[in-house]
C-alpha cells in the first residue's frame, strides 16, 4: 500500500467574463427609460381622464364642505370684497351654474398680477391684478374667466388627478430610487400640462360667451389679455408645451377667432372701474 | 432659449450628473479590473480554499486570521439604472460587475496579508457582505476571512 500523491493546491485566474448576457449599459438605460416613462405617462393621461370624467359627478356639496374646512367665509367682506362679490354675480347670472354653486370671491393685498378659482367655488384675486386692470368690462371678463373653472368643476378634476398621479409616483419611485423620482415626477407634470392648457381655453371660451352676453362684445376680455401681455413682456415667449396656460398671444388669438365665428364684436365701449375696485398701482 | 434652460434646470442637472457617473465611473472600473489581474498574477503563489479542513498531504506548523476588506460605492449611472432595473427585473449588470470587483479586490487584500504573515495557503475562505448605510447612493463593504496556514517549507 503507498500513499496516494498529496492533491495540487492552485487558485487560477478568474474568468475574463461574468457570464450571463452581457449589454452596453447605454442600451440597457436607455430602454428602461423609455419603458418607464411611456408607462408613467399612460397611467397618468389615464388617470387624469378619469378625473376630468369624475369631476363633474362628484357632488358640488363635497367641494364646499372641503372649503369651509380650509378657508371659512369672513364674517363682514370689506367694501371691495363686497363689490367684486356683486360684479360676479352679475357675471355668473349670465353662465348657467347649477343651482348649489356659490361663488366667494376675495382680494388678495399680493402685489402679483393673477387671480385664481379653487374649491367651492372660491376666486381670489390678488391687487397686483386688480391694479393693472382698467375697466369694469376687463374685471368681469377676469371673474367670468375663474368662474367658467368653477362651472366646469376643473378645481375638482385637478384635485383628483393630482393626488392620483403623485399617488402612483409614490409607489413607482419608492423602487425606482430618488435620482428617478425627480425625473418621473417631471414627466408626469408634463403631460398634465397639457389637460391645464386644455383647460385654459375651455374657460377662454366661456368667458367670452359670458362678456357676449352681459356687455354684447368682447372688449372687456380682448382687453384684459392686452394688459396680461405687457405685464408678461417682451422675453414671455418660450415653449407652450412647458406652460400650464397657453401662450397669451394665442389666447388672444383663439379669443378673436372664435368672437368672429360667433358674430361679437372684438370692440366696444369700456366702462372705468368703480372707486372701491381701484388700486393704487404697486412700487416695483 | 435661456428660458427653456432654466425651466428644465432639474433634467440637465440630472442629466450631467448621469453623465459623469457614467463616464467616471466606468474609466475608473477599467483601471480597477486591470490592476486586478496584475495583482492576481503577482499573488498566484498564495492560494486561497474555501475547504473546512486541512487539505491532505499539508502539514501545518500554525495559523493565523487573516481578512481583507473593502468598501465600495456605486456610482450615479449604476444607481440610476438599477433604479429603473427595479421596475422591470432582470440582472444588475452594474452592481454585478461592482460586486465582482469588490469581491476579488477584498480576496487579494486577503492574500497579501497571508503572504504579510508568512503563509502560502488559506482555507475556509469565507465572504461576507454588508451594505452600509447612509446614502441614497448604496455602497457595501465585503469582506473575506479566512485560516491562514504556515507550512514548513
Redesign the interface.
Known sequence: MTEPPAPRLENRLPAEDLGGPEEHPLRELAWLLLATLAVVLVVTLLLAWSARWLAPRVPFSVELALAEKLMPVPARPTPRQASLQALAERVAAQMALAPDMVLVVSDDPSPLVNAYATVGGRIRVFEGLLARVESEEALAALLAHEIAHVKHRHVAANLGRGLAVSLVLGVVSTDAGAAAQGLLGDAAGLALLGYSREQEAEADAEALRAMAALHGHAGGLLALFETLGRQEGAGAGGLELLRTHPLTTSRLQAIEADATARGIPLRGALSPLPDDLRVAPHKP | ML??FL??A??WL?LA??SVG?VVG?SLEKRHYASL?VR??EL?D????STRYV????APSGATLVSGSVVVSSD??K??????????GG?M??Y??LL?RAR?EALLRLKLRAREAGAR?VIGVRFHTTRVAGS?TPSVEVMAFGTALFTPA
Open positions: 428660458d427653456f425651466q428644465t432639474n433634467l440630472l450628473l448621469v457614467y466606468r489581474r492576481e498574477r498566484l498564495v492560494v486561497a480554499l487539505p491532505p498531504g499539508v450615479y449611472f444607481t440610476f439604472v438599477a433604479g429603473f432595473r427595479n421596475l422591470f440582472p449588470r452594474g454585478e460587475t465582482e476579488r495557503l441614497s
